[in-house]
Nanobody
Framework: VQLQASGGGLVQTGDSLRLSCAAS????????MGWFRQAPGKEREFVAA????????YYADSVKGRFTISRDNAKLTMYLQMNSLKPEDTAVYYC??????????????????WGQGTKVTVSS
């Protein structure tokens, strides 16, 4: 599986962005996926995850109610709609695949395929 994240940019506090993660490979629809982010000097952290069918979603407390994860298996694409952005959302955002086909997880180490990251900067 190859992943390509896009949609990042420079926005102001309160603005919205939609990140996309385009995948290659026919097995895309079999795997749970997630979004993670890494701010300068910090560890990579969980943002949101979605089951293979899209029927289950999970969010970090810091983004709950503001971000929405979704996927379109026909288009081999996952999305992260980010609303009401805050300066603390500034980070490089990564999409990832968990190919183990186990239950959806928030743990970074369970994800074994990663996109290259897209940078989001929120100015105050």
């Amino acid at each position: 599986v190859q992943l390509q994240a896009s949609g990042g940019g420079l926005v102001q506090t309160g603005d919205s962005l939609r990140l996309s993660c385009a995948a290659s490979g026919r097995t895309f629809s079999r795997y749970n996926m997630g979004w993670f982010r890494q701010a300068p000097g910090k560890e990579r952290e969980f943002v949101a995850a979605i089951s293979w069918s899209g029927g289950s979603t999970y969010y970090a407390d810091s983004v709950k109610g503001r971000f929405t994860i979704s996927r379109d298996n026909a288009k081999l694409t996952m999305y992260l709609q980010m609303n009401s952005l805050k300066p603390e959302d500034t980070a490089v955002y990564y999409c990832a695949v968990d190919s183990t086909r186990a239950a959806v997880t928030v743990h970074v180490y369970r994800y074994d395929y990663w996109g290259q990251g897209t940078k989001v900067t929120v100015s105050s």
